[in-house]
């Protein structure tokens, strides 16, 4: 009996309708759909560490800080009882009728920043000129603003001290006019530009806490990745705010 | 409009200007005669900065009317200042009428704004559009006679610390912290002049803290999420601030109820019952050590004894809560704390006035009255500064009325005033645009 073989090419192949893909590991598009490779994906090198945060859990700090800084409950419209002045002018009566918040103003004026560039860079530039005008200071000279001036009065016979009494290294470098002018002609920076900056890199970790009792954060929720300080306070946290369904 | 000739006879200053520290929660108000020599913080009328409403006797209290209230369950608030910022002129121009022109003024206070000067105080880095509303609403709606508008720190430079010296020179450096209801900021003023390029926010303000507390305590017991001037009272009552993050640590252990079968007794000289007031016998609650029958009691596992009250236990929220001044890191803000805040401001500047700041620093403001902050905030700092450094720093004597305090004695010195003041016709002549230039302009003098 002839043995008969089918031979694989590429003509005859029968398609099953799903295929085998090269693993090309994180995909963020899925990961947000469907997190099922969860224990895989934290034990794979190079993979979120262990105090990055997942997107979820970011929009969720977003949400929270946005509703603690409120000012005013959009909800509750109380309204002005009693008659009051009406508007003296066209100008006021626009005034008073606006019903925006804070951050409409905030983003109108960072929309006007974006808009217009020009004025504010030939502003800068002015800035720039006025520095550049003034004539070179000894203290300008030195490399650096901290660096104190040494030779100078080292080099009078008359005023040198022994260098271990000298207090020249403790002060610093006699603050010059122009530089002082140009701080305070400087205009005011816009509302965004003002935020007090992130803490300094090297400084320590961010503390955790348990969601529930404030106590320290030791355990992760698997779900979710809020923490939790015990067994007690995870049950409260997975009957009311662990993220999972949120 | 007068003809040009006769607009120097017009522009004669009147005798008393209305000083006016326009703050989110509170306005800081009084008229001040010119040349007056006995200003203090008692010249100074705190007026809350709102609107409330009560769904439950169905009352409106426009601002000093507040303290008609008699229940403040459930109270909603309307406040026209969002960020530090005169956002709503609705409400504003309502609270202004109802405290500064009707009848309903209070004593003292009331003006007919064609006759008075006006010296309004505002926040740092507001937007353009939001000051030009509010140069247009003073001379369109209000009619002041002249008006000065300017960032409220810098008059603090007017007046020491203590509120004593009265010199018509400004100290020539000055570091003001203002820690207020909307943000923190930190403002290095050089002879009365801003300096804008170092001026910083830190985005924590007594509104976060108290938010943060209702929070937490609708969390963790009744849901309190509409009690907002109960939770401020609170906050008010038993927040302190832990002297470092080491006593953080071992507070925070104190206050911790244990594990599942190894439950730890929680310290009493920390954690407090809070007595609710009921708004029928009482209006205002009270903190008292915490008792744990009564917490026993509460949940209804032992017999109840004695009148029935509402407590609320505070434990770790006491200290954990203005912990966010420091570490704002802790619910997830990515900003520095307020020392390291402070070192960012100054770190743009040349380091002879960094020396300077460094050594003349006033708290204003009222979280700096929390028990414990400037302490931690004076040890947290010398930790960050170099320690050839003199580090100078104190809180003003009533951190609230102290900017206002420091415009009035600006205000009682007429040959300064003169100096700053626009007049409602030059305002007619010009326009807003100009006077927005003009403020920009004379910022420092």
Known sequence: MPHVEVLPNSASAAAPGWTYVVDTGYDPSKVAINPKDRKRAA???????????????????????????????????????????????????????????????????????????????????????????????????????????????????????????????????????????????????????????????????????????????????????????????????????????? | MPPKGSRKLSTIAPKHTLVLDNGAYTLKAGLVPAASTDLSYDSCTVIPNCIARSTRDKCTYVASELIHCKDFGELAFRRPVEKGFIVNWEAEKAIWEHEFVESTAGEGLMCDPKETNLLLTEKPNCPKELQKNCDEIVFEQFEFAAYHRSVGATFCAYTSADGSSLSSLPQECLLIIDTSYSDATILPIYSGQLIQSAVRRLNIGGKLLTNYLKELSSLRHYNMMEETYLLNEIKEAVSFVTSSKEQFSRDLERTWKGRLGDKRD?????VVDYVLPDYEGSIHGYARPHDPVKSRMRRGLQPQQGPREDLLPVGNERFAVPELLFNPSDIGIQEAGLPEAIVQALGTLPEALKLAFLSNIVVVGGNSLIPGFMERLESELRMLVPDNYLLGIARADDPIKHTWLGAARFASQPDLLKHVLVSKAEYDENGSTWLAKKFAATAGR
């Open chain 2, 266 to 270: 929680l310290d009493t000289s920390i």
């Open chain 1, 43 to 246: 034990a794979r090198p190079g993979a979120r560490s262990d105090n990055e945060l997942s997107a979820r859990q970011q929009t969720a700090i977003a949400r929270r800080i946005a509703e603690l800084e409120r000012d005013n409950d959009p909800k509750q419209s109380i309204a002005i009882a009693g008659k009051h002045a009406t508007p003296k002018t066209q100008n006021a009566r626009r005034i008073i009728q606006y019903q925006r918040q804070i951050k409409h103003w905030l983003d109108d004026e960072e929309a006007q920043l974006q808009q217009a560039p020009a004025p504010r860079t030939a502003q800068s530039s002015r800035r720039v000129g006025t520095m550049a005008s003034i004539p070179p200071t000894p203290s300008e000279a030195t490399p650096g603003p901290i660096t104190p001036r040494p030779s100078a009065t080292q080099a009078d016979p008359s005023t040198q001290v022994d260098p271990l009494l000298s207090i020249d290294n403790l002060m610093p470098p006699p603050l010059d006019k122009a530089e002082l002018d140009a701080l305070l002609a400087a205009p005011p920076l816009s509302y965004a530009a003002s935020h007090v900056g992130p803490p300094a890199p090297g400084g320590p970790p961010q503390r955790h806490f348990c969601d529930n009792c404030g106590y320290w954060g030791k355990i992760k929720c698997l779900r979710c990745g809020a923490r939790v300080c015990g067994l007690e306070c995870k049950e409260a946290h997975e009957a009311t705010r662990c993220l999972k369904w949120a």
